[in-house]
């Protein structure tokens, strides 16, 4: 075997290796928006909505079928002990979270998350992307790092601002209460930090203002509507007193309706005198389900990155594949056999 052939060979590797990695990465994704979900519904039931415990109860077989499958994809880059451990971790929060406060279970959660997070991590940093295009290097280090801290940022702020609104204080959620809770804090931690992400994403990602291609036209489509969603929950979040930038793009009359109405039920609730005020349950359920619609746009991005990262190929391999005769391109697999 020549040089170049073992160069190839190399580079082949390479190509199943992040046809892999999008395959673990979209496994990965799916359970953990599931357990962001499931941290949002527990902490809506520890706050005191008793609607969220069907749900909890209906999402706790999806992330049991997901572990499953994803146990299949990564025995190479988790030890079993370390996996084994992320599963027990998971068995005891699911089956003991009514005995944590909110702070230990929003903590507990998002520790298990953060496992997950840094799975993806790990292939970014394998060494499986360095040898193709910058453009797609940059779709890739967005795609595995950037855009699921942002989605886990904007799920954080969906599980603390529905516990919030859950307790029925306006005291604690409030934007003048004289001593806000851990939680109410690390919320405005966490919406200006989002706030600060979108912008500086958007700067640092040349491909999202300028797209060459019709997969970043794509992407950067759907940018703009995350954009667009981040604007929407804004009146429901001016309740604790977080305000954001103004958006660069035209904000939709998307249920314009049920968003008016909803920030008028929030509004009439907040100045309701005494510290007794009720908050409908409707509307603790409405603003989990808008929240989460900036939540699910992250996710599709996500997807469209993982999408383009099978056909990410290496200058060297595919200037092979244009000049290979017809038998050598039924047959790439040829590479290996030595």
């Known amino acids: 075997m020549n040089l170049e052939e073992q160069n190839l060979r190399r580079a082949f590797t390479r190509q199943k290796d992040r046809q892999h990695c999008a395959q673990l990465s979209l496994h990965a994704i799916e359970l953990i928006s599931l357990l962001q ?14 609607f969220f415990e069907t749900r909890v109860d209906a ?32 068995y005891t929060l699911s089956h003991h979270w009514r005995q944590d406060s909110a702070s230990e279970s929003f903590d507990l959660h998002t520790h298990v998350i953060q496992q997950m997070l840094l799975l993806l991590r790990t292939y970014n940093n394998a060494g499986v992307f360095d040898q193709i295009s910058e453009p797609d290097r940059r779709l890739a ?98 309740l604790f007193g977080l305000q954001p930038r103004p958006s660069p793009y ?32 409707a509307h603790v359920q409405l603003f989990f389900n808008e929240i989460s619609e900036l939540v699910f746009s992250i996710q599709r991005l996500i997807k469209l990155g993982l999408a383009a990262i099978p056909r990410m190929t290496e200058p060297s391999l595919a200037e092979w594949i244009d000049i290979a005769p017809p038998a050598q391109h039924r047959r790439p697999r040829s590479l290996l056999r030595h």
């Open 37 to 50: 979900q499931h941290r949002g519904m527990v902490l809506a039931v520890l706050g005191g909505d008793v």
């Open 59 to 90: 999402i706790r077989p999806q992330i049991i079928d997901q572990l499953r499958v994803l146990k299949k994809f990564i025995s190479e880059l988790f030890p079993e002990a370390e996996w084994q451990r992320l599963c027990d971790e998971w």
């Open 141 to 238: 280090y967005l795609t595995l790092n950037q855009l699921p801290e942002l989605m886990e940022t904007a799920a954080e702020i969906r599980g603390i601002a529905t516990f919030l609104l859950a307790r029925q204080s306006m005291n604690e959620a409030g934007a003048n209460a004289a001593n806000p809770s851990p939680l109410a804090l690390k919320l405005q931690y966490l919406h200006k930090y989002f706030d600060e992400s979108l912008q500086r994403l958007e700067q640092q990602s040349p491909d999202l203002q300028e797209p060459a291609s019709l997969e970043q036209e794509r992407l950067a489509r759907h940018w703009q509507e995350l954009d667009v969603y981040w604007q929407q929950i804004q009146p429901s979040l001016k």
């Open 250 to 281: 035209p904000v939709r009359r998307r249920r314009s309706l049920s968003r008016a109405r909803s920030s008028e039920v929030l509004t009439a609730t907040a100045h309701t005198k005494g510290s007794e005020a009720q908050l409908p349950d």
